[in-house]
Every structure is written in C-alpha cells, then in structure tokens.
C-alpha cells in the first residue's frame, strides 16, 4: 500500500538535500501510515508532522531524514532513542541495521508503540520511563537521539555516550530549537556541530522542562 506515495517522498527528500542513500532506502521500506492514526493516514507520506494523540506528534520526515543522516548509524551500532512516540524513528534505526533502544514517558504511547513493534516484527527494546536520565543498563550508546526539544543537553546523556559516539538533540526554547549534534571526542570533550530551526514538541523530564 501507499508505494507510489513513500516513492514521491522519498525523492522528494533527495530534493531538500538528504544524501545518505541508505537513509532514504530504510524511509523508502517503513510504511509511515502504520505509526499514525487511521484518521491522518492519508496524509502519511505529505512531508509534515502529524498529531498522533496525547498533544504529541510524529516527526515531520524531513526531520527524521536528517536528524537519522545526522547519526551516521552504523549495522550493528546500539542507538538509544528518547521520545519513542508513534515508533517511526525507532523503526527507521532498526531498519539501518541498529540494535534500537528507546523511550517514551507517555504510558499510552508506550503501548500502542510496543504493540506495532511486535505486529511489525521490530526486535526493538522499549521502556516507559523519563528519557532525560537515559537507560544506564545497556550503556555506552554508538548514537543516542533525542526527539523533543530540550532547554539544555541532559548530563547523563552525555555520559552514556560512547567515545566516538554521536548524540543528536534539539536544545533551545519551548517554541524553537536548533539541533545540536555533539560527537564525543573523550570523557568530557565534545564537538559541536548545529542545524537551525526546527520546533519540536517539548522534552519534559528530570533534566528536561519542567525538571529543577
Ligand atoms: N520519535 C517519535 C517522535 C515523537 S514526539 C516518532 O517517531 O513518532 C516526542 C515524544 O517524546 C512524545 O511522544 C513525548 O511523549 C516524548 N517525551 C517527552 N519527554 C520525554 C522524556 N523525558 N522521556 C521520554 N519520552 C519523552
């Protein structure tokens, strides 16, 4: 279902300058139209965020384009994401290859996300938790990426990122945020590399908004 469509978004991702080629093949394989309510399905493969309950959203695909190129996700890599909402991003990782671990604050969310997790076959680890003090347990992470925005850069994040690892992250205010992309260089040495603007919906959280 839908090929023609995931096809015409695909190139036109391709158009707005996503390059990585296996990003757009794993975006040209998972059907967008199973992680958002049958309501908006056929809006699926339109380049724009769509509610999917709770006040949340699922990314825009350009967004997810990016923020995945900018992850540079290798086969085999253990990526953690914050922010699981519908799935998407968990399933574009896990389609690249990546051992995914993610997750949602939302109890609701976690469910419906578990449950098209297994449906669809997604060998994929998820928790219901506050994502701003990430997973220890499975730690150091290849890529950890954070998909609501945030007023600063959670330190335990930082922490339970491996060396050479890379942690993208939207910081800025509630409305809009630039998206940071840090590459941990050592134990407390990182380079910082920005993309601005995007709006994203906002990180609640112990080292979030609403934290201290
Ligand atoms: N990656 C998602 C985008 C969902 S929007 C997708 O592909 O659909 C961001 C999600 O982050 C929301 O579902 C929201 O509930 C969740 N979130 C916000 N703060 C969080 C936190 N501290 N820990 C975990 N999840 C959080």
């Not at 938790?129 to 994040?157: K, N």
């Not at 840090?182 to 380079?191: G, M, Q, V």
């Amino acid at each position: 279902m839908f090929e023609q469509e995931r096809l015409e978004l695909v190139n036109n991702l391709r158009k707005k300058g996503i390059t990585d080629e296996r990003v757009l093949e794993a975006m040209l394989k998972v059907e967008r139209h199973r992680f958002v309510p049958e309501i908006v399905q056929h809006h699926a493969y339109k380049d724009i965020a769509l509610p999917i309950g709770y006040g949340q959203t699922i990314s825009q695909p350009y967004t997810v384009a990016i923020m995945t190129q900018s992850l540079k996700v290798q086969p085999g890599d253990k990526v953690l994401e914050i922010g699981t909402g519908s799935g998407y991003q968990a399933a574009i990782l896990y389609e690249l290859g990546a051992k995914v671990f993610t997750i949602e604050r939302n109890m609701e969310l976690y469910n419906k996300a578990l449950k098209l997790f297994d449906e669809l076959n997604l060998k994929i680890a998820a928790r219901c938790g506050d994502g701003t003090i990430g997973w220890e347990e499975f730690s150091p992470y290849d890529g950890i990426i954070v998909t609501a925005g945030s007023p600063s850069i959670p330190r335990p994040l930082k922490k339970q990122l491996a060396i050479g690892g890379r942690l993208v992250i939207p910081v800025g205010d509630r409305k809009t945020q630039v998206l940071k992309i840090l590459t941990k260089i050592s134990e407390d040495e990182f380079k910082v590399d920005e993309i601005p603007y995007f709006a994203f919906v906002p990180l609640v959280g112990k080292e979030g908004w609403n934290g201290k």
